[in-house]
């Protein structure tokens, strides 16, 4: 296989590990799970670092692209996804076979993976989920950012408005 068909298969599952990897190495006792991966990928895609669609659904921003290269990751085994009754899935990365394939990645990619994960470690996957919603209604539907937090409450209406535009403000997504 040369280096353009590894790129091709690996990347997408490299890219997704990588970011689990730095996000376990920050946040050693987060329980990482789908949705805190669909949320942080759906922020890198709009970085520029890759290329996944999504759509809208209950929890936000998801991608079915980043569900299939998730377990393409495991088949790999750079990770390890199991279910834990009561909490979710948990996803732990296998440093061992990251680092086998982390050469697909670039010096800027890794730069920005580290920043965004930096920048949201330390949000919960409901705070994610609000967030990257938040995110995707200003992208896609052009909503002004003093109508942001309201626009995001009725699609989550179990949240207040308040509680959104703190989160907000605190991720610096509103000023």
Known sequence: MNIKEEESIFKPAILISYTVKRLKEISQDKLIGKTIIQKLLYILSRESICDFEYSMYYYGPYSREVTSALHFAEISEMLEIT????KGYSIVPKSSKIK????????????????????????????????????YSRDKFEISEDRLAKSVHKLKDKYSERYIEELLRKSRIIS
């Open 83 to 86: 279910w834990l009754p009561d």
């Open 100 to 135: 086998e394939f982390e050469h697909l990645l670039t010096k800027k990619e890794k730069e920005k993976i580290d920043d965004i994960v930096k920048k949201y470690s330390e949000f919960s996957a409901t705070d994610l989920s609000l967030i990257a919603t938040a995110l």
